[in-house]
């Protein structure tokens, strides 16, 4: 499946949601999507234009993996409301007027992106209208500390979400590379499906196909492995760095002293994307890898152009010449490592 089929079948879809006219709920605008940040609250808006004598609203989050199953958030009516669910607990009506069905979501997480229905029940004549709600974040690539391609479904699901992150969507992988994301190996998305984004066509990406999301269409979760692209937002606490020579127990034991703990690659990747983190240094992470970020690109960190958060793979935990990436509740920890010479962007 390549992007314009998708984008293509996307469309019909919303096409066939508003293909009815609409008789008591305010049309949104199309493609209309509402953006914030983990931890931020969020309104879903949903308009009522005329009120039928006897109605309830019922505000649900579409299965984007169409396995039929409906998430169900709240219901509300004229006077009272009653949520259900993972979500219900973070809901609430806005109640802005009298003709307000709005959705409120508070403490946003990375797992609340995806479209939304807010639909008017009124007997038979039942309405809807569809918002989504995209969390703004990074997608980041990730690789077992065994190798390439050697993660299930299940264990890219594992890995991303150790890592602070979720599988990315197709969504969130798109917009990952029209922001510059260009990735020759094929990675697992929240969908089940196994893609990978270039921006630059190569011989050994493809040959000659054009720039774009390659697909490999779904696998199968079990027997099949490839790598994955995971999805982070901003996260709690900040990256600070301390210098000395540790191996990654003495980093470990050096981050509790400090109040802390290793971060893990998701914080990192975050610290670098919302803060513009950069650190010509190398450390630790939880995983046993050893990053770097660079907001600022210069010719003695890694001598590469593009910014990023840079990497020397998973070395033996035992080497010393290194400091580490450590994370707290109000700060993180950054120590660094003068030993390497090559890097990779990841």
Not at 13 to 26: D, P
Not at 89 to 105: E, T
Not at 106 to 123: A, F, I, K, P
Not at 199 to 227: E, N, T, V, W
């Amino acid at each position: 499946m390549n992007y314009l089929s998708h984008s293509l079948r996307q469309e019909a879809t919303i096409h066939e949601c508003h293909t009815k006219e609409l008789r008591y709920l305010v049309e949104p605008p199309i493609y209309a999507e509402v953006t914030g940040r983990r931890g931020d609250n969020a309104t879903l808006p949903c308009l009522l234009r005329n009120k039928p004598k006897h109605y309830k609203v019922k505000w649900t989050k579409l299965d984007s993996e169409q396995t039929g199953v409906q998430n169900i958030i709240m219901i509300l009516s004229a006077h009272s409301f009653k949520p259900y669910g993972r979500l219900g607990g973070r809901a609430s009506p806005r109640n802005a007027h009298a003709m307000d069905v709005s959705l409120q979501l508070s403490d946003l997480t990375l797992e609340d992106g995806g479209r939304y229905s807010c639909e008017l029940v009124d007997g038979i004549e039942d309405e809807n209208v569809v918002v989504t709600l995209a969390i703004e974040g990074l997608v980041f690539p990730y690789q077992s500390k065994h190798g390439r391609y050697r993660f299930t479904f299940h264990e890219a699901k594992e890995a991303c979400a150790e890592n602070d992150a979720t599988l990315a969507t197709f969504d969130q992988l798109y917009r990952a590379w029209t922001n510059g994301l260009d990735w020759c190996n094929a990675g697992w998305l929240h969908d089940g499906t196994v893609q990978y984004p270039i921006i630059q066509p190569r011989a050994a990406c493809g040959g000659g196909l054009l720039s774009g999301i390659r697909s490999y269409g779904p696998k199968d979760k079990k027997r099949d492995h490839f790598d994955a692209f995971c999805f982070t937002s901003i996260a709690a606490g900040s990256v600070f760095y301390v210098r000395g020579s540790f191996s990654y127990q003495q980093a470990e034991l050096a981050c509790a002293e400090a109040g802390a703990k290793l971060a893990v690659v998701g914080q990192l990747y975050s610290a670098w994307h919302f803060h513009q983190y950069d650190q010509c240094d190398a450390g630790w992470l939880k995983d046993g890898s050893v990053r770097f970020p660079i907001s600022n690109p210069r010719g003695h960190c890694g001598d590469v152009s593009e910014a990023g958060v840079r990497s020397f793979g998973f070395p033996d935990k035992r080497a010393h010449s290194m400091e580490l990436t450590v994370i707290g509740n109000d700060k993180s920890v950054l120590l660094n490592v003068n030993l390497f010479i090559a890097a990779l962007i990841v």
